[in-house]
Structure formats: C-alpha cells, structure tokens
C-alpha cells in the first residue's frame, strides 16, 4: 500500500514561495515507471492538475503555472516537493500529492488525504 502525506504552511501571505513536501512510503518514487502529482482544489471549483515528478526525475507543469512551479525531489528521503512562487488568493486550495500511471492530468491511483493553503495577508 502507498501512503503519501502532504506537508507545509496552511498560511502563506501574498506574493510570497509556497513550499510543500509530499512524504511517500511503500514505493520508491524512483519506481520505473511511476509519476507522482501535485493537484489542487480551490474552494468552489474543479480538481486541477498543477504538475508531475516523473521516475527519472523528468518534470512536466501545467502551461498557466510554469512561470511560477518548480517541482523537485528527494530520493534518499522518498519525497517531491512543490514550490509556487507569488502567490495570490487565488492559490487558496486544498493541495494534494498523488501516485499516477501518467504524467499528465488529474488521474491518480493514490492520494494523500490533502493539505488546506491559505493565502491571505
């Protein structure tokens, strides 16, 4: 079974870097093949695909966020992170990281159960 558990701030203030780390056990990320996710889901609205951290380490973002997304990791410590630099309200989301079949879109096979960002002054 793989676990993942999102972590980082759940207030983050306009114009600033958000930063979250997503922990992974019960599968290497490194797995061949295997893609691990950032999703969100702003209060209202559709689940959406931000962007992906493939088995070789090959990243792929949504075209609206690449300005801003830098999607790393660290194999020793099984774990990606996400970074989304300034940020507005309109970030405000429930992030997600998820373990998928493939690098694009909002599939996934499992999820972390999610973590609230806030960004608000």
């Known amino acids: 079974q793989v676990q993942l558990q999102e972590s980082g701030p759940g207030l983050v203030k306009p114009s600033q870097t958000l930063s979250l780390t997503c922990g992974v056990s019960g599968e290497s990320i490194t797995t061949n093949p295997s893609f691990w996710k950032w999703i969100r889901q702003p209060p209202g609205k559709d689940m959406e695909w931000m962007g992906t951290?493939?088995?070789?380490?090959?990243?792929y973002v949504v075209a609206s966020l690449k300005s801003r997304t830098s999607i790393s990791r660290d194999t020793a410590k099984n774990q990606f992170t996400l970074q989304l630099s300034s940020v507005t309200p309109e970030d405000t989301a429930v992030y997600y990281c998820?373990?998928?079949?493939?690098?694009?879109?909002?599939?996934?096979?499992?999820r972390g159960q999610g973590t609230q960002v806030t960004v608000s002054s």
């Open positions: 998820a373990r998928a079949q493939s690098a694009y879109g909002n599939d996934w096979v499992y």
């Open positions: 951290i493939g088995y070789s380490g090959s990243t």
